[in-house]
């Protein structure tokens, strides 16, 4: 473990440079980074404030229904930031709801328009797309909205909407590339009639009653938000919520939703999708539990069913980017750095990496420092606290209950939990039954906390402090 | 001396502990005694307001503080959500108003099912509790008198004082005729309407807050700083902040006389107020006063001469040694009338317990006053732990802190295009100490959860670096401590633009 945190510090890139300054070839840049979203963005700038020459290509492939959207990445287009946005419309109609109670005379029910929603949102989002143009700019980085392959390992071709072609060379590549969400080509009408989170937030009309397929955050985020302006929304999940989270967490936050309104149908996958005469779309899928086939109609059907890095057209093979064969992600050492030498990954891109906005970010800003800042330091992505924002959200730092026992055996866990009550459903007569803590420790003197568990309202907020109090307690622990 | 008609017996008395006071230091104490078996008994009484308001087992909490407050401080907040809800395209034209009725019924119901959970609460742990006023008569010895005035004499080995504070008032004609304190505003029977909130302690700005959110027309007639004793920096920030949302300030007034115009509820009071730095003297007309200028601890009438317990002459409270310990060795405090000791509803719970966990299960932990997280609850809330950037200056030399800062602006509130650049957030660091955080700030919506986590953090000893190798959770406000940068020495702009 301590010999990989052990940093290398660019050795490579300094033989590199003198080789192409033998040959009288100098490369255009010091780094060029492909893919402006969060990692991406981040490191160019950071690359930027040491002086350094930087390019950023950044380009969106349109969605199969056709979307695309501007610089900033898949948070601020098409994920975290309109996500948040959504949920925050579907809180404030819980919202409007208790100010009843509280005394406030406004008549129910209260109707909501989508296209309010979707255009203020949309141009929040665009304004953030400015917002990144302009910086780039301050910072003198250079940006090409073009899509980047490697013709070698320091050249990368740029290639725009309209087919020109521009010839990029640089002393230090970092992809950062993301991913696409991913669709199940194998279902008859997925592709044609489906729409997935790359959809959902420019969507300029309601998309209506909504079936979303899958089980991951996204899958059941997006149908909170939904469910909570008012939409008729189900989510179809082969088997469990949230793999790979708590599991009695995820759980909570499920029957929770359906006592929001959002109807499940649980064991159950689709076959086809079919398009009626109405325009609406006929969902057929099994139950595995009852072995029946089933169907019903949508006006929307969305797919979230996972996400795919996107690095087929990058032309990895040509230049010996290793990625992993089972996930097409690109496989780095603790310092991001690639299978090629002065080539790096940052990202929803790279293996075994939290898919996160602010682990992009960090990893971003460390590589430019160790590349260009005479820093050793590693990124740490240990304990990594993370929120998903259903409509009673969930926050979380640390070990699973699950993963706690698996590492350390169940005689040595103890979970401390608690149900509550926030103050303020209370006059708002709302229901509390899956406001829920806990803490899964270590057995022992010190009672080492492994994992912070969290179900109520402000979640994010709840949890942020306490993460830094774990990772000393599970540095520790792992020593 | 005849005690219940019974002849005296010095060795055994009827209980174990006494605990005066049944707020949410005294309740912790009385409920974790019990636990180890002891015989407990609370006394609990609440003196009717001059305006005669009342309230039953609890404590100031439960009743007529944090509790009510919060709710009605939610309650405002809610209108503002209805405001922002237009943006996201929930559709409602109508301008919406607030029924003050509406809103006291429920909060006073929702204290009426608390007080009720209480009562249950101790009889469920055989606690003896008598609605009685508790004064010491003799050594180890306390005549308790109910309502109706009769008097019953109880002994105990030890006694526990909790009897918190009550409002002041200002001492001039018609304080306590015509004014209101906030002993009587969460139980108000009637819209408050126009409304002067004297004082600037954080009872003040968040009652004037909370009544300006719910659409009323408030001023805060300020004598000199607001809210002393917190970072002075941040208070500025908070006055600001309700200033432009509507609150008026009178700064350097008091008032001097309160005339009743006119009867009613609420009626028509004309407030006549002098200069602190000059002669000026002005006047004007509200509805209702609310005086917020201080509270006092109830420890001047419960007989502690007769016991010979000390206490400040000058404020009233009590000092106690680092076990609670009065100078009588039988007789503790906890609470808001501890001298030198923070007035807190979490920080008497802890003490109590930890207390009665002393005298009866041989723990030794002592009650941590240090790094004690808080939170105000204004229009914009204030979370704080540790030092303000004043005290922080005092102790440690302003060469030797560091202060990190950044404004940021809540995703929530992007898009009805509101407050850019209002929410602040602040570290101070202690240079030769690591670059340890000793003092946490935060100015945002749920503040209180924010800082929260902070607060343990804090106490592990964090230091700036180990707040910025922690990954933020985004999108929300608390991520910004994971990533600040700028310095006030370094005197670079804070402003925000963008995600």
């Not at chain 2, 209480?118 to 055989?126: E, F, S």
């Not at chain 2, 995703?411 to 660091?429: F, G, H, M, Q």
Request: glycine share 10%.
């Amino acid at each position: 473990m301590a010999a990989l945190r052990r940093a290398r510090r660019g050795a490579g890139s300094g033989l590199c440079r003198t080789l192409r300054a033998l040959s009288g070839k100098k490369n255009e840049y010091d780094l060029l980074v492909i893919g402006g979203g969060s990692g991406g963005l981040a490191c160019a700038k950071e690359a930027a404030q040491f002086g350094r020459k930087v390019a950023v290509l950044d380009y969106v492939d349109p969605s199969p229904q056709g979307t695309t959207w501007g610089l900033g990445g898949t948070c601020v287009n098409v994920g975290c930031i309109p996500k948040k946005l959504m949920h925050q419309a579907a809180l404030l109609g819980s919202a409007l709801k208790d100010a009843q109670h509280y005394g406030w005379n406004i008549a129910q029910p209260v109707h909501h328009t989508w296209s309010v929603m979707a255009q203020a949102v949309q141009n929040y989002v665009k304004s953030l797309n400015w917002g990144h143009r302009v910086q780039l700019q301050d910072k003198k980085v250079k940006y090409f909205n073009m899509k980047g392959s490697f013709s070698d390992p320091h050249t990368v071709r740029g290639l725009t909407k309209a087919g020109k072609e521009t010839i990029v060379t640089a002393d230090n590549i970092v992809i950062a590339t993301g991913g696409r969400p991913k669709y199940p080509t194998h279902i008859a009408g997925a592709l044609q009639y489906g729409i997935t989170s790359d959809d959902l937030f420019w969507l300029k009309e309601s998309p209506g009653k909504t079936l979303i397929v899958g089980a991951s955050y996204v899958s059941l985020e997006c149908a909170g938000f939904l469910t909570g302006i008012g939409l008729d929304t189900a989510v179809m999940m082969r088997s469990i919520p949230l793999r790979g989270f708590d599991q009695q967490m995820a759980s909570l936050v499920t029957e929770h939703m359906e006592s929001y309104g959002t109807k499940f149908l649980k064991r159950c996958f689709p076959t086809k999708v079919e398009k009626l005469e109405s325009n609406r779309l006929q969902v057929t899928w099994k139950n595995t539990d009852l072995g029946t086939e089933e169907t019903d109609s949508f006006d929307t059907v969305m797919w979230a069913v996972g996400r795919a890095p996107d690095t087929k057209t990058l032309n990895l093979e040509t230049v010996g980017v290793k990625t992993n064969s089972e996930t097409g992600k690109i496989i780095v050492d603790a310092s991001e750095a690639t299978s090629v030498p002065h080539i790096y990954a940052i990202g929803d891109i790279t293996e075994g990496r939290p898919e996160l906005t602010p682990t992009a970010i960090a990893a971003g800003k460390l590589l430019a420092q160790r590349l260009f800042g005479q820093s050793s330091e590693l990124m740490d992505y240990d304990s990594v606290p993370t929120t998903v924002f259903t409509p009673l959200e969930y926050g979380c730092v640390g070990l699973s209950e699950e993963a706690a026992v698996q590492c350390h055996g169940s005689d040595n866990i103890e979970v401390f939990h608690a149900y509550y009550k926030p103050l303020e459903f209370t006059v708002a007569e709302r229901d509390a039954t899956q406001c829920y803590m806990k803490m899964v420790c270590l057995r022992g003197r010190e009672q080492r906390i492994l994992g912070l568990h969290f179900i109520g309202p402000n979640a994010g907020e709840v949890i942020q402090g306490f993460a830094l109090g774990i990772n000393f307690s599970l540095r520790d622990v792992s020593d | 001396m005849e005690m219940n008609g019974l002849a005296p017996v010095p060795d055994s008395y009827d209980y174990d502990l006494i605990v005066i006071g049944g707020g949410s230091g005294g309740l912790a104490a009385a409920k974790e005694a019990a636990k180890y078996e002891k015989k407990v008994m609370v006394l609990d009484f609440v003196k009717p307001t001059p305006q005669g308001s009342s309230w039953g087992l609890g404590g100031t909490c439960v009743n007529v503080g944090c509790i009510p407050k919060k709710l009605m401080h939610q309650a405002a907040l809610l209108g503002q959500a209805l405001q922002d809800s237009r943006k996201f395209g929930w559709q409602f034209t109508e301008e919406v108003k607030h029924n003050w009725m509406t809103m006291t019924e429920s909060v006073q119901n929702y204290i009426g099912s608390l007080n009720w959970g209480y009562r249950v609460a101790l009889r469920d742990n055989k606690v003896t509790y008598e609605n009685a006023y508790g004064e010491f008569v003799g050594p180890h010895t306390i005549k308790a008198t109910n309502k109706r005035g009769v008097e019953k004499l109880y002994t105990a080995e030890r006694f526990l004082i909790a009897t918190g504070e009550r409002p002041r008032y200002l001492g001039i004609p018609g304080d306590k005729e015509y004014c209101i304190s906030s002993d009587d505003l969460f139980s108000l029977p009637y819209c408050p309407g126009k409304t002067l909130v004297v004082g600037a302690s954080y009872v003040a700005l968040e009652c004037a807050g909370f009544l300006a959110g719910l659409g009323l027309d408030v001023t805060v007639m300020v004598r000199s700083i607001l809210l002393r004793g917190f970072d002075q920096d941040m208070a500025n920030k908070i006055g600001e902040y309700m200033k432009e949302h509507g609150v008026n300030f009178i700064r350097e007034f008091v008032p001097t006389k309160v005339e009743q115009l006119e009867e009613g509820t609420p009626g028509r009071l004309k407030v006549t107020a002098k200069s602190t730095t000059g002669d000026q003297i002005i006047e004007g007309e509200y509805n209702t006063v609310l005086l917020a200028i201080g509270r006092d601890p109830c420890t001047r009438k419960i007989g502690l001469d007769k016991v010979g317990v000390n206490i400040n002459e000058k404020t009233g409270k009590i000092p106690v040694s680092d076990e609670e310990q009065t100078n009588v060795p039988y007789i503790y405090a906890v609470g808001d009338i501890l001298q030198d000791k923070l007035e807190l509803t979490p920080v008497a719970i802890q003490a109590g317990r930890l207390l009665v966990r002393r005298l009866y299960a041989g723990a030794t932990t002592k009650c941590d006053y240090v790094n004690v997280p808080t939170t105000v609850f204004t229009p914009l809330e204030y979370g704080a732990c540790g030092y303000s950037e004043e005290t922080a200056v005092e102790k440690f030399g302003e060469e030797n802190i560091e202060v990190y800062h950044s404004h940021f602006w809540p995703l929530e509130w992007t898009v009805p295009s509101r407050d850019n650049n209002k929410c602040y957030a602040k570290i101070i660091c202690n240079i030769q100490d690591n670059e340890r955080v000793i003092g946490f700030h935060v100015l945002g919506p749920n503040a209180g959860e924010v800082t929260q986590g902070f607060a343990a953090a804090i106490k592990c000893g964090m230091t700036k670096e180990q707040l910025d190798n922690t990954i933020g959770i985004h999108p929300v406000c608390a991520e910004v401590f994971t990533t600040l940068s700028v310095t006030k020495r370094s005197g670079e702009s804070t402003l925000v633009s963008g995600c």
